[in-house]
């Protein structure tokens, strides 16, 4: 059984920059593609981030694309996720997630997922 724990998050000011983690136990076949969704109160999960580090892939949503940074430690088994420029949409809880596949990490699919970190930008 794979375990993810996330770190990161709480109150950031509008136009600030936040830095989540998530460590994974062990990284297999199955857990490949790590990386980040989201969901806001009343609205559908939303995948933000994913990185594939054996594949050297990342992928990155509209909604976060130009503002964000993922990168693997592997020495670790933990992923970086830096978003910067955070406005008001950005307040969500965050998740953690891994998949074979980078697209069930995207779509908030992930067969495994860690607990979720609030994030919540305001002034």
């Known amino acids: 059984q794979v375990q993810l724990v996330a770190s990161g998050g709480g109150l950031v000011q509008p136009g600030g920059s936040l830095k989540l983690s998530c460590a994974a136990s062990k990284v297999t076949l199955e857990t490949k593609a790590i990386g980040w969704f989201r969901q806001a109160p009343g609205k559908e999960r939303e995948g933000i981030s994913c990185i594939s580090p054996s594949e050297g892939e990342t992928w990155y949503s509209s909604a976060v694309e130009g503002r964000s940074t993922i990168a693997s430690d592997e020495a670790s088994n933990t992923v970086n996720l830096q978003i910067y420029n955070l406005g008001p949409e950005d307040t969500a809880v965050y998740y953690c997630?891994?998949?074979?596949?980078?697209?069930?990490?995207?779509?908030?699919?992930?067969?495994?997922r860690g607990q979720g970190t609030q994030v919540t930008v305001a002034s």
């Open positions: 997630a891994a998949d074979s596949s980078a697209q069930s990490v995207m779509t908030g699919t992930a067969n495994y």
